[in-house]
């Protein structure tokens, strides 16, 4: 079992950046690929990125290709978002999460995670 908690979200303006980070506990962090989620007020939540076991993969979504970044560190149990050039759209709450699947790492759908975290909010001004 695997238990997650988001934190580094805050207000921020446009243009800017923000880094937020996802602690895991349980010992079998490494197995599960990892997931970063969104939801806007009013809005389903929808795939931000996901990365691989080891991180040498990692897929996003069109919206923050070229402006998100993810990375895991296995040994802290920790996976991280990097947001920057953010734009008033990219206003949520942001979760992260881990899949259970060993065989796919590549998981844009809700139902494919095991684990959420609570969310953190992250808010950017024009």
């Known amino acids: 079992q695997v238990q997650l908690v988001e934190s580094g979200g805050g207000l921020v303006q446009a243009g800017g950046s923000l880094r937020l980070s996802c602690a895991a506990s349980?010992?079998?962090?490494?197995?599960?690929?990892m997931g970063w989620f969104r939801q806007a007020p009013g809005k389903d939540r929808e795939f931000v990125g996901s990365i691989s076991w080891s991180g040498g993969n990692t897929y996003y979504a069109d919206s923050v290709k070229g402006r998100f970044t993810i990375s895991r560190d296995n040994a802290k149990k920790m996976v991280l978002l990097q947001m920057n050039s953010l734009k008033p759209e990219d206003t949520a709450v942001y979760y992260c999460?881990?899949?259970?699947?060993?065989?796919?790492?590549?998981?844009?759908?809700?139902?494919?995670?095991?684990?959420w975290g609570q969310g953190t909010q992250v808010t950017v001004s024009s």
């Open positions: 999460a881990a899949n259970s699947d060993t065989t796919r790492w590549y998981a844009p759908e809700l139902s494919e995670y095991d684990y």
């Open positions: 349980g010992r079998t962090f490494s197995r599960y690929a």
